[in-house]
């Protein structure tokens, strides 16, 4: 009878017989403390005058996650600023090192997420995009995701959007085509990001006396967060009832 020391060592051979061993794990699953089998065959000219050993069982095994590597990122697409740091990717992640068995890859997927390095707009310059991966499917938890991959893209200032501004639509003649207008309200700022002054400033298309005339009313934006926005489009009145009214030269000042 052969006794094993250690694997691939015998004990009370004559040295005309090899051992071979033969290892394998219960399942091929990623886990630790797993049962590995460990099966012994004899071969060579005296194998028939001995008997094999008996297979042993060890629960000792590890099988680690395989690494799947990306051989071409998802690109970063420019999007207008919303106040969040998510990027939109275009195309899909292609991928490596997925085990096939049988002439059938294992069921992993990888999925692609980016993340700009801040939310706010940079009129220099793009923004650098983190893109993240992560595995679905049924076999993914025998697999590591991808390390992180970078890209870059612009994010876009926000066209405000305004309601219609209260507007002063009489006055006296002053020779100026000063309209008194109160800026109407925004319908669109991102909150946490209004740190600016919404101005508006409008103006009769002439100075002189007259009705039904057009006011144009044109906005600027001004302060930390102004960079993030275009400032709303400029409003045309031409209410009828617009007017303005004589004064005496005695009260005219020039």
């Known amino acids: 009878t052969i ?6 060592s015998l004990i009370g051979s004559c040295g005309d017989v090899t051992l071979v061993t033969t290892a394998r794990y219960e399942n091929a699953n990623v886990g630790e403390g797993k049962m590995v089998i460990i099966e012994y065959s004899l071969v060579g000219p005296g194998k028939d ?20 590597e990306i051989i071409q990122a998802p690109d970063a697409v420019d999007k207008v600023f919303n106040g969040d740091s998510v990027a939109q990717l275009s195309g899909t992640a292609i991928f490596t090192g997925v085990v096939t068995i049988d002439s059938v890859p294992d069921d ?6 980016g993340r ?4 706010t707009v940079d009129l220099t310059k793009k923004r650098k995009v983190t893109i993240s ?3 679905t499917g049924d076999d993914a938890f025998n697999y590591s995701a991808p390390n992180s991959s970078t890209d870059s893209a612009y994010i876009t200032p926000l066209q405000l959007i305004a309601n219609t501004p209260d507007i002063t639509r009489t006055k006296s003649y002053d020779g100026n085509r000063i309209a008194t207008v109160v800026p109407g309200t925004l319908q669109n700022a991102v909150e946490g990001f209004t740190d600016f ?9 002439n100075p002189n006396v007259g009705t039904g005339k057009t ?3 044109a906005y600027s934006i001004d302060g930390r967060d102004a960079v993030n926005y275009i400032k709303p489009i400029n409003y045309t ?8 009214t004589n004064i005496s030269n005695t009260n005219y000042q020039n």
């Open 3 to 8: 006794h094993v020391n250690d694997p691939g």
């Open 49 to 68: 005058y001995y008997a094999t050993p008996e297979p042993e069982t060890l629960y000792t095994g590890v099988v680690t996650a395989k690494s799947l």
């Open 108 to 113: 992993v997927n990888v999925l692609a997420t």
């Open 116 to 119: 700009f390095e801040k939310p």
């Open 133 to 135: 991966y992560s595995l």
């Open 197 to 205: 002054t919404l101005t508006a400033n409008g103006q009769y298309d």
């Open 215 to 217: 006011i144009t009313v």
């Open 237 to 244: 009145d031409n209410d009828n009832n617009t007017n303005f």
